[in-house]
């Protein structure tokens, strides 16, 4: 890829992101029931930015448990101290991993993810209530651009929760 794609690359994910994420913040207005904003959330993130999968982990008997998500079948619990999303919620902190076979620990739901970004989800008391993993099936796929873009959306969350 030349220096002018990824530059390409960049601006349209960011360009994407601003698009979205008013379309999202609409979407979930009104709405009090939780996993249905969170599934609405998954899809239009994944329609408007084709991530291989996109979906949310939520904290639950002392384990990350699947919640609304799109895309290919998923791992359904995951350990605190586990994978890219055990990392994130240990953390307190987003996550960019652009080769997950690189990463140590990685947990391989779908052997045709790549790379991988996971954010963690505040609630009002700053504990994380949630991650929010995206998985690409392109090595070296997410920046900061992803990052901060993908923290809009965390925002929205926040205050849903």
């Known amino acids: ?38 599934a609405n959330i998954t899809a239009a993130l994944k329609e408007a930015l084709g991530f291989f999968w996109v979906g949310f982990y939520i904290v639950k008997e002392n384990q990350l448990v699947l919640s609304a998500f ?9 350990d605190f101290d586990k994978g890219v999303c055990g990392h994130c919620y240990t953390t307190r902190q987003t996550v960019i991993v652009q080769d997950v076979e690189k990463f140590p620990g990685h947990i391989a739901c779908s052997s045709a993810s790549k790379s991988e970004i996971v954010l963690p989800v505040f609630n009002k008391n700053g504990e994380v209530a949630m991650v929010l993993d995206v998985d690409s099936d392109t090595l070296n796929d997410f920046s900061e651009t992803d990052a901060d873009g993908l923290q809009m959306i965390v925002k929205i969350v926040e205050r849903l929760i």
């Open 70 to 78: 799109q895309g290919s079948i998923a791992c359904t619990r995951i």
């Open 1 to 38: 890829m030349t220096e002018n794609m990824v530059v390409s690359q960049t601006s349209d994910r960011k360009k994407n992101y601003d698009e979205v994420t008013p379309q999202i913040a609409a979407l979930v207005e009104g709405e009090t029931d939780l996993i249905a904003n969170l």
